[in-house]
Nanobody, 124 residues
C-alpha cells in the first residue's frame, strides 16, 4: 500500500530555512516524478517543485533560486530545501508522486499519490 509521509514542517522566521522530506513507507512503486505542492489558507493547491526519475527539475517561479528539490530514487524519497523563506511561503506542503510519465508536472491532476501534508509557517 502506498503511503507517502512528509516530515520537517514547522514554524520559522522570515529569512530562515526548513527542509521537508517525504518517504514512501511501502516502497510500492517506482515513481516517475516526485514533487511538492502547497496550499495556503483559502487558496488552491499550487505546484512548488518536482524532480523526475531522470533528474530533471521543475520549479514554480515564486521559489526559483530559494528552494531546491532532491530525491533518492532507490529509497523513493524526495526532499525540499527551503531557504530565504517568506511569509508568502506559509501553507500546508504536500508530497506528490506520479507513476506514469504524463509529460506534465505542474498540475495536481498530474499526480496520482499524495501525502497527508505538513504545515509550514513563516512569521514576518
Amino acid at each position: 500500500q502506498v503511503q507517502l509521509v512528509e516530515s520537517g514542517g514547522g514554524l520559522v522566521q522570515a529569512g530562515g530555512s526548513l527542509r521537508l522530506s517525504c518517504a514512501d513507507s511501502g516502497r510500492t512503486f517506482t515513481y516517475y516524478t516526485m514533487g511538492w505542492f502547497r496550499q495556503a489558507p483559502g487558496k488552491e493547491r499550487d505546484f512548488v517543485a518536482a524532480k523526475s526519475w531522470s533528474g530533471s527539475t521543475y520549479y514554480a517561479d515564486s521559489v526559483k533560486g530559494r528552494f531546491t528539490v532532491s530525491r533518492d530514487n532507490a529509497k523513493n524519497t524526495v526532499h525540499l530545501q527551503m531557504n530565504s523563506l517568506k511569509s508568502d511561503d506559509t501553507g500546508i506542503y504536500y508530497c506528490a508522486a506520479q507513476t506514469l510519465n504524463s509529460g506534465s508536472y505542474y498540475g495536481s491532476q498530474d499526480y496520482n499519490y499524495w501525502g497527508q501534508g505538513t504545515q509550514v509557517t513563516v512569521s514576518s
